[in-house]
């Protein structure tokens, strides 16, 4: 509805009527209107009718949804299912075009404001979460991983003698495959021991550069989320490192903008030293479906870059999802979630420390991980080794989701690479441990019951350690007075 068709329609309706309705659909222009001159989140969100309005404002904009086109091409946003176009909000034609995944596309005027305010928008939540001085972004359909790999076969282009990365180790596969399969050999250098926690070892890094020849090294590959009891790289050290041998410096943010603590390491990195990119997950940062993530910069120029490196035209799924989620959070609404990750961090602290010492276990202190905790299991271990492991699969089976549960002495094969200590980020982790995280959107529901059934998982594994040793143990008025046999232990604790 115009300004014209408001008019004729008050020779139908009272106009008064009609003005209340044109002044109900201009406060929802309003909004739009702001979004469009300034690219930012608005600060409040909006409601979901706004939202639909803007998105099939856009989508009636794109070729495939004009009224009498005649398509003639082998791609003309043709979609079989309905339901497939709802689902889409008939935004068919993705995003880019064959050259340039940030481009214009002349069919699709709808897809491709879409797209640039998507950028322009996520641009503004990177720097509300803490890296203020981020020049450049763009939405990529790609997970984090071959997001990773994008970047590499980037800097192929301008390190023709690049050969290794430099990877201060973390027991994560996609990002190990990320190099490997954009051709380049990994140089895996061990973590060190501080305490509990296991931190970059500057020393055998700059060992590792000098050794191989800064010419011969495509990048430094750091991290900063990460399980721990790993905590994020010493992204400033490295960063320094990098612009005194002038070797790129690519940064896995993969769940990181959630954290204040990471951010603050990405903008100090970029202050002091160098950083070219960092890439962050969109699933995990923003509550959307998987498949898309942010590959973000401090120079404009090489962000480009990035882009046109990817062949096609890609969906704009993972664009369209993240639009639609901050809009309807606002930034105070994504600050609200930031600040509840923290005070859910606080509480899961609390709860697994106090659960530790009640089992004869620890919470280990990693106070340099904002998001991931990790509790010892060496009590269970003495008990039995295999009384480790089976914890984790107690805990999936009683629907506790994204708790890991990591023994001692585990050897992986990753693409061809022998990892000892497989999922500890070391060779020789002292500690067996369970981890769990405090990420954004945890509630304190998710807490109370994780530490409820891992409380139950545990005290079973006790009385099952205790009948086949023929050792009784103390009991609590909290545990049952019956030994469980082990055909029972996945019946026990069914959730609720």
């Known amino acids: 509805m115009n300004s014209e068709n408001f008019s004729i329609s008050e020779k139908i309706v009272s106009p008064s009527y009609i003005r209340q309705g044109s002044q109900a659909r201009r406060s929802h222009e309003q909004l739009i209107r702001l979004l469009l001159e300034q690219g930012k989140c608005p600060e409040e969100g909006w409601s979901e009718s706004t939202i639909e309005l803007f998105l099939n404002e856009l989508a009636v904009m794109d070729s495939n949804n004009f009224l009498g086109n005649c398509g003639v091409g082998e791609r003309e946003g043709r979609v079989a299912s309905s339901l497939v176009a709802r689902r889409h909000y ?92 954009a051709g380049f050999e990994p140089v895996v250098v061990e973590n060190i021991l501080e305490g509990d926690e296991l931190r970059t070892d500057m020393e055998a890094v700059e060992r590792k550069v000098q050794e191989l020849g800064a010419e011969n090294i495509l990048c430094i590959h750091s991290t900063t989320s990460c399980f721990a009891p790993r905590v994020p790289d010493r992204l400033e050290e490295l960063a320094t490192m990098s612009a005194k041998y002038d070797i790129p410096h690519v940064v896995n943010n993969a769940y990181g903008v959630q954290s204040s603590k990471c951010m603050h390491l990405i903008q100090q990195g970029a202050r002091v030293g160098r950083i070219d990119a960092f890439v962050q997950s969109l699933d995990k940062n923003f509550m959307v479906p998987v498949g898309g993530a942010i590959i973000a910069g401090f120079n404009e120029s090489f962000i480009q870059e990035i882009s046109r490196m990817y062949p096609g035209r890609a969906s704009a799924s993972p664009s369209l999802d993240v639009l639609i989620t901050l809009l309807t959070l606002g930034a105070s609404g994504y600050r609200k979630l930031l600040a509840e990750q923290k005070e859910m961090y606080t509480y899961l602290a609390q709860e697994l420390k106090r659960l530790a010492a009640a089992h004869g276990e620890r919470l280990l202190h990693t106070p340099h991980n904002p998001i991931s905790l990790a509790m010892s299991l060496d009590d269970l271990q003495t008990q039995s080794g295999k009384s480790v492991t089976q914890l984790g699969s107690m805990l999936f089976t009683r629907q506790v989701s994204g708790a890991r549960v990591v023994a001692l002495g585990n050897k992986q094969m990753v693409s061809g690479h022998m990892f000892s200590g497989f999922m500890s980020h070391s060779e020789a982790y002292p500690h067996p441990y369970l981890n769990a995280a405090s990420a954004v959107g945890i509630t304190r529901d998710d807490v109370t019951l994780c530490i409820k059934r891992l409380d139950k998982c545990l005290k079973s594994l006790r009385k099952e350690s205790s009948a086949r040793s023929g050792s009784p143990i103390p009991l609590t008025g909290q545990e049952d007075h019956a030994v469980i046999e082990n055909k029972n232990l996945f019946l026990t604790d069914l959730p609720g």
């Open 90 to 181: 008939r935004l068919i034609h993705g995003i880019g075009r064959s050259g340039d995944i940030a481009a214009i596309q002349p069919k699709a005027t709808g897809s491709s404001l879409l797209n640039k305010l998507t950028n322009s928008v996520v641009l503004d939540i990177l720097k509300l979460s803490g890296v203020r001085s981020v020049t450049s972004c763009f939405v990529v359909p790609m997970a984090t991983g071959m997001s990773l790999t994008l970047c590499f076969l980037t800097l192929r282009h301008k390190r023709p003698k690049g050969r290794y990365i430099i990877w201060p180790r973390i027991d994560q596969k996609s990002c190990f495959k990320a190099m490997i399969t």
